[in-house]
């Protein structure tokens, strides 16, 4: 039985030694554990070193130190660079900030403002609400370059003589006519749109502002008043 044993004993380790197949290694009374799917390495500040022998070849490694991991060199015994902490060099302030980024490379919104644009000739008194159809044009038009730009809104406030007329008060793309965003109701205090429709707008095309009635009244000489028109342009770099 014993010879057996060591029969079978000597020819694994011929085999191991032709083949170089080993799935485990211990070493160091099993401080360190070398498998087929790493290495395992259990010590106070353990270490990956890799010493080149070529002409100008550094003695460098990687070191876990205080719970984080650096690049260690070993030629000066100090630390070179905290892998972990290696991110703060990046930032504004920091010893290597990054530079030249483009828009894609922000996170979301890094970079977000709003432009307000007052409609100067909103104000309006005595509209026919009696009527459906357009009732008033903004003779003020602008351009809104599509780049950054995140949502449209329209802000308005209007009065209305009676309570059976609707209002819907638009911003229209001056090329195509059509609906970019809009509030609509009997009356609206400083009331806000949630409708931007980004097919609508034209890139650096002109818009205005528009008030049409789309139920009239069924009084005759309902009109409605329009206190202030304005829009407001949400561009973020992201």
Same mark, same amino acid.
């Given at each position: 039985m014993m010879d057996e044993l060591k029969r079978?004993?000597?020819?694994?380790? #011929?085999?191991?030694?032709?083949?170089?197949?080993?799935?485990?290694?211990?070493?160091? #009374?099993h401080t360190w554990h070398l498998k087929n799917d790493g290495l395992h390495i259990s010590a106070a500040n353990p270490h990956i070193r890799l010493e080149g022998t070529e002409t100008g070849g550094a003695d460098k490694g990687i070191r876990e130190d205080g719970g984080t991991l650096k690049i260690y060199d070993f030629a000066s015994a100090s630390n070179v660079m905290d892998l972990e902490a290696h991110a703060s060099r990046h930032v504004e302030g920091g010893a290597d900030p990054i530079s030249g980024l483009t828009a894609s490379q922000l996170a979301a919104n890094t970079i977000l403002f709003k432009i307000p644009v007052l409609i100067?000739?909103?104000p309006q008194t005595g509209l026919a609400a009696?009527?459906?159809?357009? #009732?008033?044009?903004?003779?003020f038009k602008f351009r809104i370059p599509k780049q950054n730009v995140k949502d449209v809104v329209i802000r308005a406030t209007w009065t209305a003589s009676h309570t059976d007329s609707t209002t819907e008060i638009a911003l229209i793309d001056d $090329?195509?006519?059509?609906?970019?965003?809009?509030?609509?109701?009997?009356?609206?205090?400083?009331?806000?749109?949630?409708n931007y429709t980004e097919a609508n707008l034209s890139d650096d095309g002109l818009v205005?502002?528009?008030?049409?009635?789309?139920?009239?009244?069924?009084?005759?000489? $309902?009109?409605?008043?329009?206190?202030?028109?304005?829009?407001?342009? #949400?561009?973020a770099v992201s």
């Open positions: 079978i004993i000597r020819e694994e380790v #011929k085999r191991i030694l032709q083949e170089g197949e080993l799935e485990f290694i211990k070493g160091g #009374k100067p000739d909103s009696d009527s459906t159809g357009t #009732k008033w044009t903004s003779n $090329a195509t006519g059509n609906t970019v965003c809009s509030v609509s109701g009997n009356t609206g205090t400083d009331a806000e749109s949630t205005y502002a528009q008030a049409s009635v789309t139920t009239a009244s069924a009084t005759a000489g $309902a009109t409605f008043d329009i206190t202030y028109v304005a829009v407001e342009i #949400k561009v």
